[in-house]
């Protein structure tokens, strides 16, 4: 299949207005589009709370893909955000998605940032039949359960099992790292995913792991656990947290003479984390991520460009691209769908195939997961720093 340009997508979505022009008629494409001059998609997001860096960074990327697209628009109309705070907790996220479906009656909804508060709202998704895309959620279980597929629930960002792969080859092959220890949040599904398919991989490398240990969110004094992870002498240690806890826990193992590398997933990725754990605590520590801003790739360097202009001149990071991802991916789907009709956006987002973007090239699996490559960062002196992009 003919491969889409990320700098080709404002033209293409110039030229859906004449592909939606012939279905703007339809009584279901009305139902969702509102006042007839707006496409309204609703915004789940982790606006304060625990995590609430997340959900600002991705409504950041979003807010940018949607002031580029409605310069143009789709078919005349403009995309209309309609937005709610989930609280960084998942009874919000439900109730937030019972509010847009029902009360603003949107054609599809952008969130949220965590997995557990992705699933929060899935049987409303399922129920009233509007696709739900989640810019950072990694779980599984968000798009497909109990050997089912939730079919009107997406996601921009690769799963928890090859990021928790990508981290295990890469202490073994990149690290040479011979044994490992595993610190987990036992609450997350999150935690507990990457830090399954670590083991499973860093194992079937041939390392061992020599110690596995807990930990609960808002949990702060970490030290005794750090101290008997350090008496099991780890080549490596994995960290699949937020960045709340992962930022402390790093900031106490290098206060304990732990001074082994960490490495987290994309949890650990927020300009919060700098502040906790410190600049020097940080070198020697990694983490998987969806892109990085260092990246020589035009079209990332174009994105960083655009989002610096629109924000004072603040570096993107990860969340913000995949704001800004998730944007263009719903807005693809729109002008492929030839209609704002909720059932067939979500016909279109599961025929996604070979659409570039700053993230990765996008091709849905069955799944409903996006096949895109992962990015390795190093954390030197408090700054990012591209290692190298893996390809699954």
């Not at 143009?72 to 919000?92: F, H, P, Q, T």
């Not at 937020?242 to 930022?247: F, K, L, S, V």
């Amino acid at each position: 299949m003919k491969k889409k340009k990320l700098a080709s997508a404002f033209l293409s979505l110039t030229l859906a207005a004449g592909v939606l022009a012939g279905c703007s008629g339809s009584g279901s494409s009305e139902k969702s589009s509102g006042d007839g001059d707006t496409i309204k998609i609703g915004v789940n997001l982790e606006l304060s709370g625990g995590v609430a860096s997340y959900g600002q960074s991705i409504a950041e990327g979003l807010e940018l893909a949607t002031a580029e697209i409605n310069k143009e628009g789709i078919d005349g109309k403009k995309i209309k955000l309609i937005k709610v705070d989930n609280k960084s907790e998942a009874s919000e996220a439900t109730s937030g998605a019972i509010k847009l479906t029902s009360q603003d009656q949107v054609a599809a909804i952008v969130g949220a940032a965590t997995s557990t508060n992705s699933i929060a709202q899935v049987q409303i998704a399922q129920d009233n039949k509007v696709p739900v895309i989640s810019p950072s959620g990694t779980s599984p279980e968000i798009t497909f359960s109990k050997d089912k597929l939730n079919d009107y629930i997406f996601r921009t960002s690769f799963i928890d099992p090859f990021q928790g792969t990508v981290a295990a080859n890469f202490a073994s092959k990149e690290i040479k790292a011979k044994s490992a220890a595993i610190y987990i949040d036992s609450a997350s599904d999150y935690s507990k995913g990457l830090a399954a398919a670590f083991k499973e991989q860093f194992e079937k490398n041939g390392g061992k792991i020599v110690a596995e240990e807990a930990y609960i969110a808002k949990d702060t004094d970490f030290r005794s656990t750090l101290t008997r992870l350090k008496s099991a002498k780890p080549d490596f240690i994995f960290l699949p947290g937020y960045y709340e806890e992962a930022g402390l826990i790093v900031k106490q193992a290098r206060e304990t003479g732990l001074d082994v590398p960490f490495m987290g997933g994309d949890g650990w990725d927020s300009p919060k984390l700098i502040e906790i754990a410190g600049a020097k605590a940080l070198n020697n520590t990694f983490i998987t991520n969806h892109y990085s801003s260092g990246d020589p790739d035009k079209k990332i360097q174009n994105f960083v460009s655009a989002f610096k202009a629109k924000y004072k001149d603040k570096s993107p990071d990860a969340f913000n691209a995949l704001g800004y991802d998730t944007g263009y991916f719903l807005a693809d789907a729109i002008k492929r769908a030839g209609s704002a009709d909720s059932e067939k956006i979500k016909e279109a987002l599961e025929k996604t195939a070979d659409l570039e973007l700053v993230t990765g090239t996008f091709t849905l699996d069955e799944k409903h997961n996006p096949i895109k490559s992962a990015t390795i960062l190093e954390f030197k002196e408090g700054k990012q720093v591209f290692n190298t992009k893996i390809n699954p």
